[in-house]
């Protein structure tokens, strides 16, 4: 977040527009033209991508977790004047297509999407071959993360800018975000990242193993157990990959709840799980995410969110552990191995039994090995679990919810909603948006 900042400088992203027209770039800046016939203006192009994903109350990531939290239990809310937040937490009907949450999170999405798609299409200007592999790889990246973002909280959404754009059910969201990461990863095996695209762009994400991880958490969301399986197995677990922020672009977990007792913090130490589901109390994964003894004027919530700077994981060892955990048990059913299940169990005992020490972002559970029957059933069970844990705060709650065919949506049940409704600003802006809201 250094050297970037300065070509940021010359050129202004507007991030204000309403997300399917097709300008997107201010005019009051740098003409398009401009920036995509030059490399400097791409790299400072795909820079924007980061902030706009990441920064503040207005993008992807605190929507993404405050509405997978809420809808789930996982958050409460601390302040009713939070009406966006408490509407949230009643979910069901409560949660209209006004909501500002849910709003900012689907325009977020989609105005990354297309700025992504701006330099995957004008790429070719760069000359240099390993600068023009970083850039078409970093917004391939951020293209995926809009699209399975959307994935993830909505039953549909457009694919691409423009006016009237058509939308598209999730699954093809999702199957348009690994077709891009599989594109750019054959790229980059072929053509190393330059040393000007490393300079000049935001540090933190591991671009190899990054591209691996989200094609492994999207063939999950989209039922590809195999490709899941194949590339969460490929994912070097000795290396970070991770959002990164400062005293001028912050954490927005921490800058806009966790640094205070106004917004939204964690329920307790249950991580909002149902009796049969709570953690073990000897889990040492429970004080890295909750203030098990927090002062009168600390917020419980932890993690990865303890400081303006703290940065955020794009995705967690464990993750990919338990991703090939579930993926091995949910392929049993389409022709693969019962001995899956002793295979899964494997993966699983992996995460359960990892100390902190261990884990390149300090996360372990130091628990015993998995005690239940060696049962699919079971076993999925045991993996919710430890995914609600050990990804805990990451806004993936509700998909998870609606996977494992957990309860609701309901006043009691463990989710309250098992879709958002399409922002109405969509709704009044292109006749495209379908008709029924999702429940």
């Known amino acids: ?80 004047g939070n009406v966006d937040e408490i509407a949230l937490e009643a979910g069901l009907a409560n949660v209209t297509n006004q909501n500002s949450i849910v709003r900012q999170l689907w325009t977020s999405c989609l105005i990354t999407n297309a700025n992504a798609d701006i330099i995957l299409a004008n790429a070719d200007k760069i000359t240099e071959a390993g600068t023009r592999s970083g850039v078409v790889a970093y ?35 999702l199957k348009e975000a690994v077709t891009q990461l599989e594109a750019v990863a054959t790229l980059v095996a072929s053509t190393p990242l330059s040393d000007k695209f490393k300079l000049n762009i935001a540090p933190g994400i591991d671009i190899p193993n990054t591209i691996q991880a989200l094609i492994a958490r999207y063939s999950l969301f989209a039922g590809d157990y195999t490709k899941a399986l194949e590339a969460a197995g490929k994912v070097d677990l000795t290396k970070r990959s991770f959002f990164s922020f400062d005293d001028n672009t912050r954490n927005p977990i921490f800058e806009t709840a966790f640094s205070n007792r ?11 799980l149902p009796a049969g589901l709570t953690p073990d109390p000897a889990d040492k994964r429970i004080p890295f995410y909750v203030r098990t003894a927090p002062g009168t004027t600390q917020n ?66 130091d628990l015993p090995a998995y005690p239940g029957p060696a049962q699919a059933a079971n076993v999925l069970t045991e993996i919710y679990r430890n995914r609600a844990i050990e990804l805990a705060y990451s806004g993936f709650r509700l998909e998870d919810s609606r996977r494992f065919g957990r309860s609701g949506p309901s006043v009691t049940g463990e989710r309250n909603r098992n879709f958002m409704p399409y922002p109405r600003t969509e709704r009044d802006n292109n006749t495209n948006t379908p008709l029924k809201d999702p429940d």
């Open 1 to 80: 977040m250094k050297k970037y900042k300065l070509i940021l400088g010359l050129i202004t992203i507007l991030i204000s527009q309403n997300a399917c027209r097709e300008e997107y770039l201010n005019p009051s800046a740098a003409s398009e033209q401009q920036v995509i016939n030059s490399p400097d203006g791409l790299i400072a192009l795909a820079n924007g991508l980061q902030s706009r994903y990441t920064s503040g109350r207005l993008g992807a990531i605190y929507n993404a977790v405050a509405a997978g939290g809420l809808t789930t239990r996982e958050f409460r809310v601390l302040n009713a």
């Open 139 to 173: 917004a391939a990246i951020f293209k995926a993360l809009s699209l399975g973002t959307l994935a993830q909280f909505f039953e549909q959404a457009p694919i691409k800018a423009g006016e009237n754009a058509a939308f598209v059910p999730r699954a093809q969201l």
């Open 262 to 272: 106004n917004v939204i913090e964690p329920v307790s130490a249950t991580l909002g």
């Open 300 to 365: 419980l919530g932890a993690g990865f969110a303890t400081a303006n700077t703290a940065p955020i994981p794009v995705y967690l060892p464990g993750e990919m552990l338990l991703i090939r955990a579930e993926a091995l048990i949910r392929s049993i059913a389409t022709g693969g191995s019962p001995n899956n299940v002793d295979r899964a169990i494997d993966e699983l005992n992996k995460v359960l039994t990892k100390k902190p020490a261990a884990d390149v972002w300090g996360v372990g559970a």
